[in-house]
């Protein structure tokens, strides 16, 4: 599976749009990129995932460059309880799609 | 929306004791179900594939007789620590995607995971 890069940590403003980039340099042509973000404590939640075009859904909106090397995840208007570890993940769409976490980003939304 | 049910969510036992912890797919079907393992402070680390009907994948360094796992139907998968010990205490996740997904989008759901303590 194709290595992501995130940065180990983030803070943004209640209220302002999170814009958490992730690297992807070594994704191939049948990846798609996940966003999944964990809040204390509990699983995983998915949020978003994209192959080439960019995706936005009620949770947040996915921006991928067009050479596929980097994404970001953006949550528009960003609330208290957006504070958690978000997770950038390439994986195939086809098979059993075996997800890798990487250490991810944790986001804290600030009052 | 798809769901994943894992039980129990918390549970503490002696040292020695065998743990089963259950990962149900409420609303779909799932032929592959993943296990995966967090230790504090930690990302997720898969521990291995649950295939039903036939036997599970294991990841590098993860004891297949330790973590016992069955998946004997379409919507169950369980994961049995035997004979758990202190540095087995972990917070458990299961995670399933829906078998029909692999010819559409659909992405995996994960389970709200299970908090294993061992005395």
């Known amino acids: 599976d194709a290595k992501t890069t995130q940065p180990p940590s983030m803070d943004c403003a209640e209220g302002r749009a999170a814009n958490l980039p992730c690297n992807h340099s070594t994704i191939s042509g049948n990846e798609y990129v996940y966003w999944y973000r964990q809040i204390h404590s509990q699983g995983p939640q998915y949020i978003i995932h994209?192959?080439?075009n960019n995706e936005t859904n009620e949770m947040a909106s996915l921006i991928i460059t067009e050479d596929r090397k980097s994404s970001t995840l953006i949550l528009p208007h960003a609330t208290l309880r957006d504070t958690a570890v978000y997770y950038c993940i390439v994986s195939p769409r086809q098979g059993a799609q075996k997800l890798v976490f990487g250490q991810g980003t944790r986001l804290t939304i600030n009052p | 929306g798809a769901v994943v049910s894992q039980h129990p969510s918390w549970v503490i036992c002696k040292s020695g004791t065998s743990v089963k912890i259950e990962c149900r797919s409420l609303?779909?079907?799932?032929?592959?179900m993943f296990w995966y393992r967090q230790f504090p402070k930690q990302s997720l680390m898969l521990m291995a594939t649950s295939n039903e009907g036939s036997k599970a994948t294991y990841e590098q360094g993860v004891e297949k007789d330790k973590f016992l796992i069955n998946h004997a139907s379409l919507t169950l998968s369980t994961l049995t620590v035997t004979s758990a010990h202190p540095e087995d205490s972990s917070f458990y996740i299961c995670s399933a995607r829906d078998h029909r997904a692999q010819y559409s989008n659909q992405p995996q759901h994960f389970g709200d995971g299970t908090r294993l303590s061992i005395l």
């Open positions: 609303d779909f079907q799932a032929t592959t």
């Open positions: 994209g192959l080439k």
